[in-house]
């Protein structure tokens, strides 16, 4: 059998691994969860030994499912969630849980590392609290007996990778999310390591997403039930493997992702950074490309939220609403349920609601909520144009793609046509393989990162057009008003 490769998506609940052909066509997938720990206010953790658990769970199955292609995988991409802090010592052990990418704590430690002199120039980007750097800043603090012991700080991406080959490797696109990457120089920095207390040698050895890594350790060969001759390539962060899985490589692609946080990615051919407007630039998994975005903290997890609240599924709350735009809700949503990034980089500010009256119903704050996490993420696009990005549509992916109803709110909202893919695999996992597919076959990133078939387009709603731009202006003037009812 032709050789095949496999695409591992490390999310924040669970992994998913997908097989494919060297054609990238789809044979099978593979799953397994775990949960997030939140030991105190602010703090969001996880077990690196679950990852494992998982890995093994995920593989095991495939390999069950699709014996014969499963013998013949001839390589393996990982692509993970981003930021998180996985503290390895001398003998390769992890030393404490991964300090996620969603844990604010080190919020004191970002502001004081984003007021360095030139680390914005630098970095390219704001150090948000999130970010891995600020993690180990409040590590040296509150746990300088774990602090001293750290031999390596590894993504998670990078962990699982370690993994499976015994090699401390980690690629551009997640190192980017760090604090510690010159992103136009492609490499770390010395000085900016040294502005949190880090050394050079704490930090994975740096390759391109698409380029091979390591191979298999032999023992994890043999436990996986794979060649030894295994390569795995460097992998990617989950929002650049996204990208990879959607095909949006060049500058004018870019894709708006409704998940638990909501993403607004714009692929960049050149280095563009703009650290003030908390837009995110980062190296893309391919060589001499780069990608911006803007993230908001919660999307599909605002509605979620109100979802346990009310009792009523988040599928049923939504089909409530009808199938046709009848312009803004009264009522008004501000999704700031845990802080917010792009384009206020504050992890203090909250949500809430305004406008409730004794007439408000559910439907009503459905919409709201809705409608507000589209003007969250209009900020984000306004925010990416400021950088000379300006995609002219956008492909519409993530569990929130679900609701018809949002993605025309959506729409009119950004003022820009939303492409929605046919039904099937586009995300990290499948962005993961592909890299996998460049690395060993040395194919051409665009000629195995192509673009899916579009099943419809949604256009902005012209004859409403104007009163959500409006409804938008509203929305954008009152962050500080919502901030001083903290």
Request: proline residues 5%.
């Amino acid at each position: 059998m032709d050789a095949c490769f496999l695409g591992i998506d490390l999310g924040t609940s669970g992994l998913r691994a997908l097989l494919v052909t060297k054609s990238g066509e789809i044979l099978g997938e593979g799953e397994a969860h775990y949960s997030v720990s939140n030991p105190a206010n602010g703090f969001s953790e996880q077990d690196p030994a679950d990852w494992i658990s998982a890995c093994q769970v995920a593989l095991g199955a495939l390999r069950q499912a699709f014996p014969e292609a499963y013998r013949s995988v001839a390589g393996i991409g990982v692509a993970g969630h981003m930021h998180g802090a996985t503290l390895i010592d001398a003998d390769g052990a992890v030393l404490r849980p991964c300090i996620l990418w969603n844990d604010t704590r080190s919020h004191a430690e970002a502001a004081a590392l984003d007021a360095v002199e030139n680390l914005r120039a630098l970095s390219g980007n704001i150090v948000f609290p999130g970010f891995t750097a600020p993690k180990l800043m409040w590590v040296a603090r509150h746990e300088p007996e774990i602090f001293a012991k750290i031999k390596r700080v590894l993504l998670p991406a990078a962990y699982l990778s370690f993994w499976l080959t015994g090699e401390a490797v980690a690629d551009l696109s997640d190192s980017a999310g760090t604090a510690w990457l010159d992103v136009g120089a492609r490499d770390w920095s010395p000085a900016l390591l040294a502005a949190s207390g880090m050394k050079l040698d704490q930090m994975p050895r740096l390759v391109e997403g698409c380029a091979c890594a390591a191979k298999l350790h032999p023992a994890r060969a043999a436990e996986l039930h794979l060649s030894p001759a295994v390569q795995v390539v460097g992998g990617a962060g989950d929002n650049a493997a996204a990208a990879c899985g959607v095909g949006a490589l060049d500058e004018g692609d870019g894709f708006v992702s409704l998940g638990t946080s909501g993403v607004l990615l714009a692929a960049r051919d050149g280095y563009a950074p703009l650290p003030a407007s908390a837009v995110h630039t980062f190296c893309h998994a391919v060589p001499d490309r780069w990608y911006q975005m803007g993230v908001i903290l919660s999307a599909t997890d605002s509605l979620n939220w109100l979802s346990n609240i009310t009792g009523c599924s988040p599928a049923k709350m939504t089909q409530a609403l009808g199938k046709t735009l009848t312009g803004p809700s009264d009522v008004k949503f501000y999704p700031y349920l845990s802080g917010e990034r792009t384009p206020h980089n504050d992890a203090q500010i909250r949500g809430g609601f305004a406008g409730i009256g004794h007439r408000t119903s559910q439907q009503d704050m459905t919409q709201a909520v809705l409608e507000g996490v589209s003007f969250a993420l209009r900020d984000c696009l306004e925010a990416l144009r400021k950088t000379g990005a300006n995609p002219q549509s956008l492909l519409a992916i993530g569990g929130g793609t679900a609701s018809d109803f949002w993605l025309q709110t959506l729409a009119t909202v950004l003022n820009v046509p939303l492409d929605l893919p046919k039904s099937g695999e586009f995300g990290a996992a499948l962005g993961a393989a592909r890299l996998a597919i460049v690395g060993i076959t040395t194919q051409a990133p665009e000629q195995v990162m192509t673009k899916p078939e579009i099943a419809h387009r949604i256009l902005p709603n012209a004859a409403l057009q104007t009163e959500y731009e409006k409804a938008y202006r509203h929305f954008a003037t009152r962050f500080e008003y919502v901030k001083e009812l903290q």
